[in-house]
Each structure stands twice: as C-alpha cells, then as structure tokens.
C-alpha cells in the first residue's frame, strides 16, 4: 500500500465517523466497527479514489491510533492478542481484540457541532478557499466562528494575565477586538465576554471576575472555548500551577473595613442544554480548588481574623478573644470551620468557611454533612465565601440553610450495605 491510499483510507474513516455523528447513529464517543461504519467508510474511499477502487476499512480502524486522536477500548484478556496484532491477521482478529474506538474528548464534543462538522469534512476533502471558509463560518447576524475564536483569544490573554497579578487594560482590549471584529459594539463586545465567563463557570474553570457570567450563549462559543482548550492545553495548565503556586499568607494591606461584601451574588437564570456523559474534563479550577487545602486553610484563617475584628468594633473584645478555628483544633467533619458570635444576642456563630481566588461566582463544593448542619442550625449558620483571595480578599455571607441561595447538584454519593 502506497502512503496516498493510506491517507485516503485514513480521511475516509474519518469522513464516516463524521456522518454517523451528523445522523445520530453515533451519539457518544464509542465507535463501532460495525456495518453503518463499513458502509459508510467503502462510500467514502470510493469517492476519494475513484469508483472500483477498494480497501479494507479494519486497516484504518486500527492504524488511526498512529495519529495521537484516535484509541482502541480493549476487550478484557485480550492485551497480549492486542498488542502483537499485524498486517497479516489483523482481519481476523481486530473484531476479537476491540470494543470499540472512541477519539480525545474534546475532538468529539467539537465534532457534535454542525459548523465544525463542515469544516472537517471540506478540509479532508481538501477542497476549501478563503471564500467558502468565510460563507461557512457565518451564522446569520450573529457572531461566526472566527470573530468568536478572536474574542475567547483575547479573553484568555486577559484571564492569564489576571491570575498572574499583572494588570491591564479591559477598555484597551475592547478597542483593539473592535478593529478585528465586524463592527461589533464596545457593548456586544462586553456582553460576549460575559457569555464566555459563563462557559467557563459551567467547564469548572475560572473566570475574569469583572465580567459577571451570562449563561445564554450559543453552543459555538461553547465549542470555540474548548477548542482553544484543547488546543492549549500546556498554557492552560500553567495558568493552574500559577494560581496553586500564589497563594499569599494573607493578602497585602488588608482594609478590613471593606472586606464584606453586603451585594451576594444573582441567582441568575441558566438555561439547560441537554447533558453530554463523554467529555471528561482535564482541569477542573473548582475541584482543584476544593482539594487544595493549603488555600482553605488560609482562608480559614483569614476568617478567623475577620471575625475577630467584626466582635472588637462592635465593642466585644471578649467575644473576639472566644473566636474558635474549630476544624484546625476539632478536625474536620463538624459540618462548619469556625465558631464565632452574633454580638447582639451573645449566641454562637458557625461558619463554613469557602475560598477561591477566581471570582464571586466561581462555584464551590460543599458536603451533605455541611448542607444537613446548615439547615439544623440554620437560625445560628453562615456561609462565608471568601473570594478573589489572592489579589484582594473579601467576603459574602450566606446566612441560614445554603439551599435557599444556590442550585445543589450532587458530586458524590456514599455507598453501604445497611438499608
């Protein structure tokens, strides 16, 4: 076989993947080889090459996993059959070795979007000009697939930037996306990059903190930002080791007049899309966050001093002097972190304590032993979410059950043999 007919084969397999996806016999990233793929593979080949040519569509089934995108899910007992497959019995043996194939994550969600779809399929064909590409990317009067690539790559300048604590420009920015954009307003501008916080929020990433999320975006931003994931993935692994890396004592120059912040956050509309199973998330901030435990306890202590200072100005330095880091001094699993007090009715206070250095509106775990305490005591609980930790500290208060704030979505569940 020649390296030509290898690459037909190898685009033609693909081709029909991409059909088996566009007419939903293909719904989740598991690839049979079965007829559908057969049939579609043969009518593809033919096309490519020229009618009454032939090949053996198990041949790029099984060669594909030389491109990196492309892996086998192995049958149990079959590594050793597997890995001396060859030329001569691959036929016979791929069906017995393979489940099924399935691609990297992320270029399967992509392939989910129709815009993406086309332009795989035409740059396989090779058969694309500048013309067709920008009648292709346009999606009526809203923003095409390149005005969007340019604003979520601005957007992750920026967002860079912001975790390292360098500063810039947010108007700047604006200005120059206007001159590459088409004739997009500073306002529309502004309302995409909110659209894009709002991605990220749902991906469990972080966000910048001054554009507030607006979760009614198009599926195409959503692609868009996960193809610039995808196709950063060293960059945006660097942005996560920075933000492990710059956790402060405390941070610089506290005010502690200003740390609370009276304003929670909106309990803002979300508008469901259906839930896809198959992309696994390789960096997920909020996980990350919660299971870095030296910036909980810095936040933990950062409360201890807040709450201290809160019981002195109110005059009741000796409720200040009782101000209890009870997880540090108890251990974990009291369902709160710290006990203080409600200075007007010298009752107790407990707090659960949440930190993130990303904004107001990044999400946090929290326990069912933690929610079932909060609604116990909810006449004396608050939750204290320490945000935007590393550049400037500060405070809002979820007084009571958490529930009645936040929208619940179960991570975990505990699993026993008692009833």
């Keep these: ?56 569509p198990y041949v790029p089934f099984f060669y594909l996993r030389n491109n990196g995108f492309w ?193 929670l956050p909106e309990r803002i509309c979300n508008i469901q899309e259906p839930k896809r199973q198959y992309l696994a998330r390789k960096i997920n901030y909020t996980e990350r966050e919660c299971n870095n435990r030296k910036l909980g306890k810095r936040g933990e202590a950062f409360v201890i001093e807040y709450e201290r200072y809160r019981l002195e100005q109110a005059g009741r330095k000796d409720l200040a002097r009782e101000v209890e880091w009870s997880s540090n001094e108890q251990g974990d699993g009291l369902g709160y972190d710290v006990r203080s007090f409600n200075h007007e009715c010298d009752e107790e206070l407990f707090i659960e304590v949440k930190t993130t250095n990303s904004g107001k509106y990044q999400p946090f775990f929290i326990s069912e032993n933690e929610v079932a305490f909060s609604k116990e005591r909810e006449r004396s609980y608050s939750l204290y979410r320490v945000y935007d930790f590393r550049q400037q500290a500060r405070i809002y208060q979820l007084n009571g059950a958490v529930d009645r704030y936040v929208n619940l979505q179960p991570q975990s569940y505990r699993a026993s043999f008692s009833g």
Excluded at 14 to 35: F, K, P, Q, T
């Design 1 to 56: 076989m020649n390296y030509e007919e290898e690459t037909f084969e190898k685009v033609a397999m693909l081709l029909a993947v991409i059909d088996l996806i566009e007419c939903g016999l293909i719904s989740e990233n598991r690839i049979a080889y079965d007829h559908a793929l057969n049939a579609a593979f043969n009518r593809h080949f033919n096309a490519l090459t020229g009618h009454g040519k032939y090949s053996n």
């Design 71 to 263: 892996h086998h899910h192995i049958k149990p007992g079959k590594a050793d059959a597997y890995s001396s497959l060859s030329m001569s019995d691959l036929s016979s043996t791929i069906i017995e070795c393979i489940s099924f194939s399935y691609l990297d994550d992320e270029l399967f969600e992509l392939l989910t979007n129709g815009v993406v779809r086309e332009l795989f399929k035409i740059s396989l064909n090779k058969k694309i000009d500048n013309q067709m590409r920008a009648e292709l990317l346009k999606v009526g009067s809203g923003w095409d697939w390149l005005e969007c690539e340019a604003i979520v790559q601005d957007y992750f300048v920026m967002l860079s930037k912001e975790i390292g604590g360098i500063k810039y420009n947010k108007a700047e920015h604006r200005r120059r996306l206007m001159r590459r954009l088409n004739k997009r307003s500073e306002g529309s501008i502004e309302f995409k990059h909110q659209n894009i916080s709002a991605v990220l929020i749902d991906m469990g990433q972080p966000y910048i903190q001054g554009y507030k999320p607006a979760f009614n975006y198009q599926q195409q931003l959503k692609s868009v930002v996960l193809a610039h994931i995808a196709a950063h993935e060293s960059d945006i692994e660097h942005i996560a080791q920075i933000a492990d890396v710059l956790i402060p004592e405390f941070p610089a120059q506290i005010d502690w007049a200003t740390v609370l912040d009276p304003e």
